[in-house]
């Protein structure tokens, strides 16, 4: 989404059921543009929650993918207000085609194969993504 690097990526977390495979964790990252983000899972909640929150210096969009309705929501930040002055029931609800996101990246796999040019992401991304998570798997597994 940024279309750079992090420059730090932190983890903790915990072990509650099996000795070094965490049931919980929170990741943190900072990008060069002075962008912060974090993801926390934890596989022992009660309950199923897939959020994504996107915080702006224009609004936030909102995207919650547990419940059937799966809203995309933006909420705009009017001049002058803070962004504790947001208030979700003004919010606007942005039309998409819900669509599973495995079959459609199935079909671009498969476009891809016959030949269709790579547009999404290709080797580099791939192995950004994978030095992404061994730096949050070292700084997990980082006892001090």
Excluded at 35 to 42: A, D, E, L, P, R
Excluded at 117 to 142: R, T, W
């Amino acid at each position: 989404m940024l279309d750079e690097f992090p420059i730090e990526v932190s983890s903790k977390g915990a072990a509650f059921l099996q000795k070094n495979i965490h049931d919980s964790s929170m990741t943190y990252f900072k990008y060069p543009s002075g962008v912060h983000g974090h993801i926390f899972v934890n596989w022992l909640h009660p309950f199923k929650e897939h959020r994504l929150v996107m915080i702006g210096s224009k609004g936030s969009l909102h995207f919650e993918d547990s419940i059937s309705a799966k809203p995309l929501i933006y909420y705009e930040k009017k001049n002058g207000e803070s962004s504790l002055d947001l208030n979700q029931n003004t919010g606007e609800l942005i039309e998409y085609e819900d669509e599973l996101p495995l079959t459609n990246e199935l079909k671009y796999f498969i476009d891809c194969i016959k030949g269709a040019p790579i547009k999404i992401a290709n080797i580099k991304d791939g192995i950004e993504v994978i030095k992404i998570l061994e730096k949050g798997k070292i700084s997990l597994n980082n006892k001090k």
